[in-house]
């Protein structure tokens, strides 16, 4: 490799211009591909000789108990980030409405749901029937909290509510990504706030704000399993009855991974394809 | 001109902290006048064109646009502040073109039409579309009807945007620098816009830099410099005899 100064005729200027371009060639990046995939060769190899009883992981993979624990995991990270939606996006609004007293009953709220571990949170829903033993509207209906408070229902209260607390953050930043000049330009068709908001802004902080609800999505399937604390049969709590029994821990663990895996693998799919769809009309992104 | 007067500003007052943008500023534009707010930046033209459409609101004063006081009910000797709602309403009458176009993003440009007369004035979206065909042929841009605002060029997003706000069928369109974003040879085919909306008739206020508008095209300009609306005139007399000697001066600096 030479450095090429600026030939003395136009010439040899004009041959220089007209050679072949030739790409750098990244040597390093293969060599680095080599050397991660032999580390994980060895990963794989250390799980296959280890102490785990391949064929038993096979024999549960779709045992009818797993598979019903698949199903309420999936029915509760629906409903859990549901109602989490619902509130972060009501949140964010009161956030942004101007009215102080809305404000402030947002803010007190993401400062105490955010603020406590959502385990805490999912056993004090669980639990409540020791505050309020009966809800309802006196006079009107009435029930026994204990017989509402079932662990389908604490657990998408603690989840949904905790939820609500991050996703308000992510809603409030989307909002604030749109251009002022949007609001105006609403507003001067006659729009009304939320009019402005629902088809005007929220499409356009839509694009911003689904890869961080996407994230948090993903982690809702994770965070079901502290479900399994009060007895929601979802996956991992499924998998620990069976291993209570059989004692084949690591075995049914590995059921569970590969489960929630799966179902991560998908959930990144789909949220790479509505990323596509509220990207459209931007141009496309770059590399650094 | 003697047809009846369509947007009144009597003694418009208008501070941002400390600052004081807009000092008494009084103005009438009749229906089907165009008349051209010019002065120097910062002298609170655009503040003022803001003013009108109640994107920023007023200290003290009054402002009459489609014979309706803008933003404010009267009940006996009190001005009371209109809701939300009703100030939607008022504001459907008057358009509006921004000097950065402010186009929706996410909607191509017929969307970007269509999407006042259908959500706002509840027009039947087949209706809606064919007058906003129209007026995107009328602006000459027929043919990129289905394009986002991002495929478009400088001077082609302000010309949907003036089909935009021409979608609602206002009586009166403000325009707040509409060129002053655009490259230069794009100026041309905005302008030509303008000028075919101002021959049809429509009542326009027109912030600008544009001498060659203000002196073609505007029946009256008007000189704002420090918050205060200096002279308003027949532009041919304001252009080339002004009375007051700080508009000679911004004419002459303009002009050099």
Known sequence: MTDTPLPQSSRDAHDIAHLELVPRRHVGRKVFAAIVLLLVALLIRAFVVGQIEWPVVGQFLFAPVIIQGIWNTLLMTVAAMSLGIALGVLIAIMRISGNPVLEYIALVYVWIFRGAPALLQLLLWFNLALIFPTMGIPGLFEFNTVEVMTPFVAAMLGLGIQQGAYTSEVVRSGLLSVDAGQYEAARTIGMTGMQTLRRIVLPQAMRVMVPPVGNEVISMVKLTSLASVIQYSEILHNAQVIYYANTRVLELLMVASFWYLAIVTVLSLIQSRIERYYARGTRGRTTI | ?256
């Not at chain 2, 009438?28 to 002298?43: A, D, L, M, N, Q």
């Not at chain 2, 921004?98 to 007369?117: A, C, D, M, W, Y």
Request: charged letters at 25%; a neutral charge; proline letters at 4%.
């Open chain 2, 1 to 256: 001109m003697t047809s009846e007067i369509l947007v009144k500003a009597v003694d418009v007052c208008k501070s941002f902290g400390t600052f004081k943008a807009l000092n008494e500023v009084g103005l009438e534009v009749r229906k089907g006048e165009v008349s051209c707010i010019i002065g120097p930046s910062g002298s609170g033209k655009s503040t003022f064109l803001r003013c009108i459409n109640l994107l920023e609101r007023i200290d003290s004063g009054a402002i009459w646009a489609n014979g309706e006081l803008i933003g404010y009910r009267r009940d006996g000797n009190r001005l009371y502040e209109l809701s939300d709602v009703e100030i939607a309403r008022q504001r459907r009458g008057i358009g509006m073109v921004f000097q950065r176009f402010n186009l929706f993003p996410h909607k191509t440009s017929l969307e970007n039409v269509i999407e006042g007369p259908v959500q706002v004035l509840g027009e039947s979206s087949k209706a809606a579309r064919e007058h906003a065909m129209e007026l995107l042929k009328r602006v000459g841009l027929a043919d990129k009807a289905g394009n986002y605002p991002s495929e478009l060029s400088g001077g082609q997003q302000q010309r949907v945007a003036i089909a935009r706000a021409m979608g609602m069928r206002p009586s009166l369109i403000l325009f707040d620098e509409p060129t002053s974003a655009l490259d230069p040879e794009l100026v041309a085919e905005v302008l030509d816009v303008m000028n075919d909306l101002a021959a049809s008739g429509m009542t326009m206020i027109v912030v600008t830099h544009e001498m060659g508008f203000a002196r073609n095209v505007s029946n009256t300009v008007a000189f704002m410099d420090g918050g205060r609306l200096i002279e308003h005139g027949p532009s041919a007399r304001v252009l080339t005899q002004p009375d007051n000697p700080r508009t000679a001066d911004f004419l002459k600096a303009v002009q050099r």
